[in-house]
């Protein structure tokens, strides 16, 4: 059983830091593309970053250069560094998970594993 729980959420000032991270039992970080998706209120759910079973990484253009997806292989884990956060990066963020994209990376139907989702706030 494919199980993503999300953690270290919460809320900042913009031009602040936070670190998402997303715990991953089931499946191993190395032979699938996970991701971050973002729902703010009231909105759809769109494709942040993710990070392909290579390696690769796509993203949102309008993260680039603020924020980084990684993998720890070692402790199964996705993480998402996001720094300068503005308040339009406010949303309920979620991991994603599965073997590999194959029309668009940041399309939801790509994607069978989904966690629960964590909250990011970003006051101006």
């Known amino acids: 059983q494919v199980q993503l729980v999300e953690s270290g959420g919460g809320s900042v000032q913009a031009g602040g830091s936070l670190r998402v991270s997303c715990a991953a039992s089931?499946?191993?970080?190395?032979?699938?593309?996970m991701g971050w998706f973002r729902q703010p209120p009231g909105k759809e759910r769109e494709g942040v970053a993710v990070i392909n079973s290579d390696g690769t990484t796509n993203s949102l253009d309008s993260v680039k250069g603020r924020f980084t997806i990684s993998k720890d292989h070692a402790k199964n884990t996705l993480n998402l560094q996001m720094n300068s956060l503005k308040p339009e990066d406010t949303a309920m963020y979620y991991c994603a998970a599965d073997r590999k994209w194959r029309g668009s990376w940041s399309s939801t139907d790509e994607y069978r594993y989904w966690g629960q989702g964590t909250q990011v706030t970003v006051s101006s």
């Open positions: 089931g499946i191993t970080s190395r032979g699938y593309s």
